[in-house]
C-alpha cells in the first residue's frame, strides 16, 4: 500500500506476553494489598528555622539540578526543596502571570491534565472547537483581551488514542522547528507514558531528537521558556509499570542534562501524595504541579 494510504491513527491491541501463573501473581487481588498493623500518628509542625532555609532557595529558573527530594505536602500545598515556588490561589493571579504568553503543550493526557485545569480554572479563557478527536488534539484556548493562547496536542507516534487523522498527529521536532520563540513563549512537553511498550533505544532516539529541535529553538531565541514534565507514578500493569516508567525518566533526565530547560519532577510529586496511586493523578496534585509550572514562568 503507498504511504497516502495512511490516513487514519489508532490504538491497537496489547500482545500477551504473560502465561496463567504470572496472570495471576499480577492480579490487583495480590498485588495492592493493604499490609497489616498500624502506624501510630504522627504529627509534623511548622519550624521557624526551616521556613527561613527556604526563603533562602534561590527563585525558580532553567538549569537547576534536580535533588532528591524535590520538595514536600504539608497541607495538600507541595514545597519545593529545589526553588522558591509561588502558589496562585486565585483564577487573577495565574491569568497575570500567563498575559501575554503563547504556550505550547506536546504530551500525553498527563500534561492535557494540566491545559484543562488552567481551562477550568481562569474563566476568561475560552476553548476553540477546532472539531478533532479530543484525545489528541490539538485543543487550543484563548484570552483575547489577555493575549493569552493555550494550546494542547499530543506528541507524535507511539500513541494510543482512539481513530484520528494522522495530518492532525505532528512529531515534537518537526512542530518545534515551526515556533520563533522568545520572551513570551513557552514550551511544555512530556515524553513517556506512550513508550513504556517500545523498546528503550527508540526512546533514547526520540530523545535526541527533541533534545536537538530544542537546543535549535533555544539558540536562535534564548529567551523561550521550556519546560519538561518528568514521568509521575500510577502505571499498574505490565505495559505501563512504574519500573518502566523509572527508566524512561533517568533517560529524560538525562537527556536534558546541563540545558537551559526546566525538568519539573511529577514523579515526587505524584508518589508523595496521600491520594491513590493514579496514572492520572488527582486535583490536589494537579494544581501543585500548575502552581510549580508557574513560578517558573514567572518567578517574581
Given amino acids: 500500500m503507498p504511504c497516502s494510504s495512511l490516513v487514519f491513527h489508532s490504538v491497537g491491541g496489547y500482545r500477551k506476553v504473560t502465561n496463567a501463573l504470572e496472570d495471576s501473581l499480577l492480579r490487583r487481588s495480590v498485588t495492592d494489598k493493604t499490609i497489616p498493623g498500624s502506624v501510630p500518628p504522627i504529627n509534623i509542625q511548622s519550624d521557624q528555622r526551616f521556613s527561613g532555609l527556604i526563603s533562602k532557595l534561590p527563585s525558580c529558573r532553567p538549569g537547576q539540578e534536580s535533588r532528591q527530594p524535590s520538595g514536600f505536602y504539608y497541607e495538600d500545598t507541595w514545597t519545593s526543596l529545589l526553588c522558591q515556588g509561588r502558589h496562585f490561589p486565585e483564577p487573577s493571579s495565574a491569568l497575570n502571570c500567563l498575559r501575554g504568553k503563547d504556550i505550547h503543550m506536546f504530551g500525553d493526557s498527563t500534561l492535557r491534565q494540566w491545559f484543562e485545569y488552567l481551562e477550568r480554572f481562569i474563566p476568561s479563557l475560552k476553548r476553540i472547537d477546532l472539531h478533532v478527536n479530543y484525545q489528541s488534539g490539538p485543543l487550543i484556548a484563548v484570552d483575547a483581551d489577555a493575549g493569552l493562547v493555550m494550546r494542547w496536542r499530543a506528541h507524535g507516534l507511539p500513541l494510543r488514542t482512539t481513530k484520528t487523522m494522522m495530518s492532525d498527529l505532528h512529531y515534537e521536532a518537526a512542530h518545534l522547528a515551526g515556533i520563533s520563540g522568545g520572551p513570551y513563549t513557552v ?16 526512546y533514547i532516539e526520540r530523545l535526541e531528537r527533541v533534545r ?89
Avoid at 513517556?192 to 511498550?197: I, L, R, V
Avoid at 537546543?215 to 518528568?230: A, D, G, M, Q, W
Avoid at 499498574?236 to 533526565?253: A, C, E, F, M, V
Fill in 187 to 202: 514550551i511544555v512537553m512530556t515524553l513517556w507514558a506512550h513508550f513504556t511498550s517500545h523498546p528503550v533505544r527508540f
Fill in 212 to 300: 536537538q529541535a530544542i537546543s535549535s529553538l533555544l539558540f536562535r531565541s534564548p529567551e523561550t521558556t521550556v519546560i519538561i514534565k518528568s514521568a509521575n507514578t500510577g502505571y499498574k500493569n505490565i505495559y505501563g509499570s512504574d519500573w518502566l516508567s523509572l527508566q524512561l525518566d533517568i533517560l529524560l533526565r538525562a537527556a536534558f542534562k546541563g540545558m537551559q530547560v526546566i525538568i519539573l519532577d511529577a514523579w515526587d510529586m505524584t508518589s508523595s501524595h496521600y491520594l491513590p496511586d493514579s496514572i492520572h493523578p488527582g486535583p490536589p496534585v494537579i494544581k501543585n504541579e500548575v502552581d510549580l509550572m508557574l513560578s517558573h514562568i514567572c518567578p517574581h
